[in-house]
C-alpha cells in the first residue's frame, strides 16, 4: 500500500516536471500568431490596416497583408525591424517575443 503510493506520487511529480518544461520552451521559442494578432491590434492599427476587416487607417502605413505578400517576405527580418526604431514610426519598446509574435501573425496574412 505505501509502497504504491509512493510510486504514483512519484509519476505526478514527472508530469508536473515536463508540463513546465513543455511551457517554457512555449514561451521562449516559437512565436504565438495569436498573441500577435492581440498586440498588433492594440499598438499598431491606429496607422496600419492589421486584419482584413479594418477599415481606418493611416494611409502612409502600409497595411500587414501587403507587408505579408511582398516577394522575399520573411518573418524574422520584419521583426528585427519592428524592434528597431525608425522615422514615422514611434519607438514601442516592444519585447523580443511580442515583435516575433506580430511577425507571426503578419506571416498568416499573405
Ligand atoms: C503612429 C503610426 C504608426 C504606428 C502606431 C505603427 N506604425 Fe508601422 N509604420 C508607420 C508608417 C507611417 C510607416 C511607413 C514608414 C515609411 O515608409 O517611412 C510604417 C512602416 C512600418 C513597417 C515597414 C513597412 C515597409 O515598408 O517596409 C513595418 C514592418 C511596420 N510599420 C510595422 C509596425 C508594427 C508591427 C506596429 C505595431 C507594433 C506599427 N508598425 C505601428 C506608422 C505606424
Do not use: E
Not at 481606418?56 to 520573411?74: C, M, T
Amino acid at each position: 500500500m505505501l509502497k504504491s503510493l509512493h510510486r504514483t506520487s512519484r509519476k505526478m511529480l514527472l508530469v508536473g516536471c515536463c508540463a513546465v518544461a513543455n511551457f517554457g520552451s512555449t514561451a521562449s521559442f516559437a512565436a504565438d500568431g495569436a498573441n500577435g494578432k492581440t498586440l498588433a491590434n492594440r499598438w499598431c492599427s491606429s496607422c496600419h490596416v492589421v486584419a482584413r476587416d479594418q477599415k481606418l487607417a493611416n494611409d502612409q502605413a502600409p497595411p500587414f497583408a501587403s507587408l505579408a505578400k511582398r516577394p522575399g517576405f520573411d518573418a524574422n527580418q520584419l521583426a528585427f525591424f519592428v524592434l528597431s526604431p525608425h522615422p514615422n514610426m514611434p519607438s514601442l519598446s516592444l519585447s523580443r517575443a511580442d515583435a516575433a509574435d506580430i511577425a507571426d501573425y503578419i506571416a498568416t496574412l499573405k
